[in-house]
């Protein structure tokens, strides 16, 4: 008896700014307030993105909306995903949402264990002279440079994304990475190659779980500090993925978006199509997938999607003998 039954979208008026918070805001009393929403929702927005349009935001983590026309889906539930939200993003669409528990934590996390015996030296010798703070502001950079000199091969390491568990598909957070294939002549380049490599392959498994689903996926857009800051890994993924991946000049795209709604709730524009068309971000790049690639990387990720099975089974061991310790 206690859940709603009314669902509000954001261009709709929620309001107007009392005196107390316009004068804590420094903002003129009366202003319109909009419905609110999740940020990564209205970043689609912002994005410019319609129908079928997969947005990827791209951070530590990553947010992924998908929009399509809520009769195309019926009373269909997509399975695996995060949420299906009918206009959580544009109002007259349903929004489907997927995302990935870590992207750029995962650079993060392998820059923290490379600098660690740096970080030990120079703190312990400080006579070497060591420049962490110039060591860690060049070590993603230079890994980067090493990394795309290369081409993946089949005997690249492979890695699995899931160093902070899995949300799509089918959402399982108790599950871990991994890096296999390592040899005595693998290098810190080849590792970091090979992480990257699995961020994007946890891309591609998102649009394959919305594609095998029978929902179509027409274009990539990717917003977040990543897309425009590594064109190495925006490559990346346009390979794996096998798509082009479209980058908005917007570092704002989630406000970008917020002011969207908020000039139709204030009357601004009649609907948020119409404030879409006129205020949403412009594109900046487009990753074209690499053509020579193609093979490897069909190979490879048939080899992550093996190799994520097999850890999933190891997981669920690693975890049967946890729960037999703790009894």
Known sequence: DRMFTEVCTSDQLAGHLSAEWAQRLGLPEGIAIAIGAFDCHMGAVGAGAGEHDLVKVIGTSTCDILMVDAQSIGDRTIHGICGQVAGSAMPDLMALEAGQSAFGDIYAWYKRVMLWPIAQLAKQNPQLGIDLDAV??????QLTAEAQSKRLQLETPLALDWHNGRRTPYAN??????????????SAPDIFA???ESTAHGAKSIVDCFVEQG????????????????????????????????????????????AIFAAVAAGVYSDAEQAQTQMASPICDVYYPDADTKGTSEWRYHAYRQLGQQIEQFSEFLLAQECTDEC
């Open 136 to 141: 860690e502001a060049l070590l993603i950079p």
């Open 173 to 186: 957070q108790r599950l871990k990475g991994a890096i296999t294939g390592l040899n005595l002549g693998s």
């Open 194 to 196: 090979s992480l990257v």
């Open 215 to 258: 929902v179509e996926v027409k274009r990539v857009i990717a917003i977040g500090g990543i897309s425009q800051k590594s064109p190495f890994v925006m490559q990346t993924c346009a390979n794996v993925i096998g798509r082009e991946i479209a980058v908005v000049a917007s570092e704002q795209c989630c406000a970008l978006g917020a």
